[in-house]
C-alpha cells in the first residue's frame, strides 16, 4: 500500500492552495480545483457566469454565479477522505506491525512514531530537518514539500527545468530527450528564484497598487469631510442669523436648511459611489495577489505551475490599469465650495439671507388633465399644489409633478385658498365663495361677496391670521372676510389698481397684487408702495414663505419665462430662471406662479405645470 507521503503527491493536492483538496470541484475541462479557491478565481474575473481553468485557461459556465454549483469530483474527494481518516504508520520502523505515525520529517519524506521521532532529533545530522506533527498535514494546515528525484531517474535529483515542457527534470532527461528534442534547459534552482522574484515583485506592486487607491478612498474622505464641514458651517451661518432675527424668519430658515440638506444628500450620494466602486477594486487586488502568494509556499511544477502562471498575469494586467483620478471627487468638493450663504438686513424688514452658488432646473414638465383649464394656482397642506380648473375640479400635484388627487370635479373654481387647518376657501364662476373641509366636504358658510358683473373676477389669498382677501377686477377694491364668513370685516380701495392676482405677505400687513403685467406692492391700507413691470414682458408674481417675492416675466410670443427674486419692496436680489423656453398657450395670456413648501417654484400655463428646483 502506499504511504501517506506517496498517496498526498499523487494528484491529491490542489494546483492552486498547494494543499490537499477541500471540497474539489470539477471543471468542464477536467482539471479538478478546491471550490474555495474557485470562488476566489471567480471574484476576479469580469463575467461571474464562467471561469478560466488557470491550467489550461479553458471557460466552464457557473450555474448562476454560484462556484458551489460545480460539479464535485466525487472519486477525487473520496479518496481525499479516506487520506485524512487513515491514520499514516511509521514508514522508519523495520517490525511488521508498524505503529502509528505522529509526526512527519519534510527532509527525510518519511513519517515517524513516537520512538524514531525521539531517535531522530538526536541525531546530530538531522538536526536542521523540518519535522511536522502528522495531524497538521492531514488537515492540510502544513503543506507537504516536494522531493526533487526525477521520476525517471529516482536516484537523480531533477536539478533542471524544461521552459518548453514547464516540468523539472534531472539531467539525463535533459541530455537524453528534452536537448534533442530541440527544449530549452535551465538550472531549476535558477528557474525556482526567478519564480519567486517575480511574485515578490507582483507583490511589491500590488502593495504600491493598494496604497494609491486607499489613498484615493482617504482623499475622498477628506473631500466629504470638507463638504460636511462647509454645509455645517451654512447651517450655522442660518441658525445664528435666525436667533438674532428671532421667530418670524422661521419659515425662511427651514426652508434654507432643506435647500442644505438636499445638497449634502446629492453630494454625499456621489461620493459614496465613487468610495465603493474604490473599496471593490482594493478587494479584487487582496483576492489576486493571495491566490499569487500560494506560488511561494513551495516549488511549482505542472498544473500548479501553469495555474499560477494565469494568475500572476492577471494580477499584472490588473495592476497595469491606469489608478483612480481624483478629480471626480475634487469635482464635487468644487461645486459645494461655490456655494455661500449671504444675510440680508433692512431697516423695518427682517429676510434671513439666501443660499448662492447653485443652479435652478425645471425637474417636472406636465400636462394638465385638461387642454387650456388652469384658472387658479396656490400652495395647499401636506406639500401639494392646488391648480384649480374652469371645467371643473382641483388639480393636487406634488413637488415632482405627479398628480395626486382631484377634488371638486363638479365646480368651476376660479380662485382658491387654504386656512391653516387645511380647510379650503373656493370661489367658483359666479364669485360665489364657499368653505371645504380637508377632505372636501362643503361646509355651511356664506359669503356676502360682490357678483361677478358688479366687481368682477380677481385674486384671493389668506394671511397668516386666516383672514380671507378677495379682490375684484373691475370695482378694483379688495373685501377682507373671517372664517366664519357673512359681512365684510372691512374694505381695501386699490389705489387705482386691479387685483388679477392676490397675495399676502406673513408677516405684514401689506399685499401683492397683479394688474395687468405690473407688480404693486400695496401696504394693508391699500396705499401704493411700489411698482415692478418691464417693457413688452407679462409679469406674474407671488410671495415666498420668506416673504421675498418671485416674479415670472413671460415673453409669451416668443414662450421664454424668466424667474427674478425680489425683496418685500420690490428691490431685485437675483436672477433664478433665464429665458426658460415653455409650450406657448394657444388661447389665453394666462399664467400662475407659487412656492411649494420644500421650496420648488411651480409655474402653470392654461395647459402644463412646471416645475423648477435647486441643485
Given at each position: 500500500m502506499a504511504t501517506f507521503h506517496q498517496i498526498s503527491s499523487q494528484n491529491l493536492e490542489c494546483p492552486i492552495c498547494l494543499t490537499l483538496f477541500n471540497q474539489p470541484k470539477l471543471l468542464t475541462c477536467s482539471h479538478t480545483f478546491c471550490e474555495g479557491c474557485l470562488e476566489k478565481v471567480s471574484q476576479t474575473q469580469p463575467n461571474q457566469q464562467m471561469i478560466t481553468c488557470p491550467v489550461c485557461r479553458k471557460e466552464t459556465p457557473v450555474p448562476s454565479g454560484d462556484v458551489s454549483k460545480l460539479q464535485t469530483n466525487v472519486p477525487l474527494s473520496s479518496l481525499v477522505d479516506e487520506v485524512k481518516t487513515k491514520n499514516p504508520t511509521c514508514t522508519v520502523c523495520e517490525m511488521d506491525e508498524k505503529?502509528?505515525?505522529?509526526?512527519?520529517?519534510?527532509?527525510?519524506?518519511?513519517?515517524?512514531?513516537?520512538?524514531?521521532?525521539?531517535?531522530?532529533?538526536?541525531?546530530?545530522?538531522f538536526s536542521n530537518h523540518e519535522v511536522v506533527p502528522v495531524s497538521e498535514v492531514l488537515s492540510g494546515k502544513v503543506?507537504?514539500?516536494?522531493?526533487?528525484?526525477?521520476?525517471?531517474?529516482?536516484?537523480?535529483?531533477?536539478?533542471?527545468?524544461?521552459?518548453?515542457?514547464?516540468?523539472n527534470i534531472c539531467s539525463t532527461c535533459g541530455m537524453l530527450e528534452h536537448l534533442q528534442d530541440g527544449h530549452q534547459l535551465e538550472k531549476a534552482a535558477v528557474h525556482e528564484?526567478?519564480?519567486?522574484?517575480?511574485?515578490?515583485?507582483?507583490?511589491?506592486?500590488?502593495?504600491?497598487?493598494?496604497?494609491?487607491?486607499?489613498?484615493?478612498?482617504d482623499f475622498i474622505e477628506t473631500q466629504r469631510n470638507e463638504i460636511t464641514t462647509m454645509l455645517r458651517k451654512l447651517n450655522d451661518d442660518i441658525d445664528k442669523k435666525y436667533e438674532e432675527y428671532m421667530q418670524l424668519l422661521t419659515n425662511r430658515r427651514e426652508a434654507?436648511?432643506?435647500?442644505v440638506q438636499r445638497l449634502s444628500e446629492n453630494f454625499e450620494k456621489e461620493l459614496q459611489t465613487m468610495k465603493e466602486e474604490s473599496r471593490q477594486t482594493v478587494s479584487h487586488v487582496n483576492a489576486m495577489e493571495e491566490l499569487v502568494t500560494n506560488g511561494t509556499k513551495v516549488p511549482l511544477e505542472k498544473d500548479a505551475l501553469f495555474a499560477h502562471d494565469t494568475l500572476c498575469e492577471n494580477l499584472?494586467?490588473?495592476?497595469?490599469?491606469?489608478?483612480?483620478?481624483?478629480?471626480?471627487?475634487?469635482?464635487?468638493?468644487?461645486?459645494?465650495?461655490?456655494?455661500?450663504?449671504?444675510?440680508?438686513?433692512?431697516?423695518?424688514?427682517?429676510?434671513?439671507?439666501e443660499l448662492e452658488g447653485y443652479t435652478w432646473n425645471v425637474k417636472a414638465d406636465v400636462e394638465l388633465p385638461c387642454k387650456d383649464s388652469m384658472n387658479c394656482m396656490t400652495r395647499a397642506p401636506d406639500g401639494m399644489m392646488a391648480v384649480g380648473s374652469r371645467f371643473g375640479g382641483i388639480y393636487l400635484y406634488s413637488p415632482d409633478g405627479e398628480l395626486q388627487q382631484t377634488a371638486l370635479k363638479d365646480v368651476i373654481v376660479r380662485r382658491i385658498g387654504f386656512l391653516?387647518?387645511?380647510?379650503?376657501?373656493?370661489?367658483?364662476?359666479?364669485n360665489k365663495m364657499s368653505l371645504y373641509t380637508p377632505q372636501w366636504e362643503k361646509l355651511d358658510v356664506a359669503f356676502e361677496?360682490?357678483?361677478?358683473?358688479?366687481?368682477?373676477?380677481?385674486?384671493?389669498?389668506?394671511?397668516?391670521?386666516?383672514?380671507?382677501y378677495v379682490g375684484y377686477r373691475k370695482s378694483k377694491k379688495i373685501q377682507v372676510f373671517t372664517p366664519q364668513g357673512g359681512k365684510i370685516v372691512r374694505e381695501i380701495m386699490c389705489d387705482g389698481y386691479s387685483s388679477m392676482q392676490l397675495f399676502s405677505f406673513h408677516t405684514t400687513g401689506k399685499?401683492?397684487?397683479?394688474?395687468?403685467?405690473?407688480?404693486?406692492?400695496?401696504d394693508g391700507k391699500g396705499m401704493n408702495e411700489n411698482v415692478l413691470k418691464k417693457g413688452g414682458m407679462l409679469a406674474y408674481p407671488t410671495v415666498r414663505r420668506d416673504d421675498s417675492v418671485i416674479v415670472a416675466w413671460v415673453k409669451h410670443g416668443e414662450g421664454l419665462v424668466s424667474i427674478d427674486r425680489y425683496t418685500i419692496d420690490l428691490k431685485q436680489v437675483h436672477n433664478i430662471v433665464t429665458d426658460f423656453k415653455i409650450q406657448k398657450p394657444e388661447k389665453r395670456y394666462w399664467y400662475c406662479l407659487q412656492e411649494f413648501e420644500s421650496g420648488e417654484i411651480a409655474l402653470c400655463t392654461p395647459n402644463r405645470l412646471y416645475v423648477f428646483g435647486a441643485i
Open positions: 505503529p502509528p505515525a505522529v509526526s512527519y520529517c519534510q527532509d527525510c519524506a518519511k513519517n515517524m512514531c513516537k520512538s524514531c521521532e525521539n531517535g531522530h532529533s538526536i541525531w546530530k545530522p503543506p507537504l514539500r516536494r522531493r526533487r528525484k526525477c521520476k525517471t531517474h529516482p536516484s537523480f535529483d531533477e536539478d533542471c527545468f524544461c521552459t518548453h515542457c514547464r516540468e528564484k526567478n519564480v519567486k522574484k517575480n511574485i515578490k515583485e507582483l507583490q511589491e506592486r500590488a502593495k504600491v497598487k493598494k496604497t494609491t487607491i486607499e489613498n484615493h478612498i434654507l436648511k432643506c435647500q499584472k494586467s490588473f495592476l497595469g490599469r491606469d489608478d483612480p483620478d481624483d478629480q471626480s471627487p475634487r469635482s464635487v468638493t468644487e461645486r459645494a465650495q461655490k456655494i455661500s450663504f449671504r444675510s440680508y438686513v433692512k431697516v423695518n424688514q427682517l429676510f434671513l439671507g391653516s387647518d387645511g380647510t379650503s376657501v373656493v370661489g367658483d364662476k359666479c361677496t360682490m357678483s361677478d358683473d358688479e366687481g368682477g373676477f380677481g385674486g384671493l389669498t389668506v394671511d397668516r391670521d386666516d383672514n380671507i399685499l401683492i397684487l397683479l394688474d395687468s403685467s405690473a407688480v404693486v406692492c400695496l
